[in-house]
């Protein structure tokens, strides 16, 4: 598969980050991208800890108003979680994939755990209310995804599947 430029924009459009990643599948409204964490050597922000080449198999929707990144280890290629972020729809091109995000994400650990995550920065955001209609539908469907255990949220861990038997 050829590599891919994913770009995520703030509300006027302009680039807030930028990196490289590998296409892994395309349909008409979706990609799937494979990309490696390299923004920082280590970050913790509570919920879980992001490490410098941690894989990132991420799922973006041109017709749905989140992303799905599934965050996966670096050298043991365990399931870290799921990191969420709503976003208006992406734009999907030849090499390229855009998202505007909107500040509100969603965590959901190998467990089924969700965390709502920067609600007071979205509620900040100067949105109009449909676009607040439609993230808060988005939130909504991602929790209920979760909860169902619907693709991709399906390799759920179970304590007793982590004991030897």
């Given at each position: 598969m050829s590599n891919v430029v994913v770009r995520k924009l703030d509300l006027a459009g302009n680039e807030v980050l930028a990196y490289e990643g590998r296409l892994v599948a395309r349909?008409?409204?979706?990609?799937?991208?494979?990309?490696?964490?390299?923004?920082?050597?280590?970050?913790?922000?509570?919920?879980?800890?992001?490490?410098r080449g941690d894989r990132f198999v991420e799922f973006f929707f041109s017709d749905r108003w989140y992303n799905i990144?599934?965050?996966h280890a670096?050298?043991?290629?365990?399931?870290?979680?799921?990191?969420?972020?709503?976003?208006?729809?992406a734009l999907i091109e030849e090499g390229r994939v855009s998202a505007v995000?909107?500040?509100?994400?969603?965590?959901?650990?190998?467990?089924?755990?969700?965390?709502?995550?920067?609600?007071?920065e979205f509620a900040a955001l100067p949105l109009t209310p449909e676009e607040i209609a439609?993230?808060?539908?988005?939130?909504?469907?991602?929790?209920?995804?979760?909860?169902?255990?619907?693709?991709?949220?399906?390799?759920?861990?179970?304590?007793?599947?982590?004991?030897?038997?």
């Open positions: 349909t008409p409204t979706s990609a799937t991208i494979e990309a490696f964490f390299s923004r920082y050597d280590r970050l913790e922000p509570g919920y879980t800890v992001f490490e990144f599934e965050v670096a050298g043991t290629d365990e399931l870290r979680g799921w990191y969420c972020n709503i976003t208006r729809p995000d909107l500040a509100l994400d969603v965590w959901i650990s190998p467990e089924g755990k969700t965390l709502v995550l920067d609600e007071e439609r993230a808060r539908a988005a939130l909504a469907e991602l929790l209920a995804l979760a909860a169902q255990r619907a693709e991709p949220f399906i390799h759920w861990k179970h304590a007793a599947s982590s004991r030897p038997t």
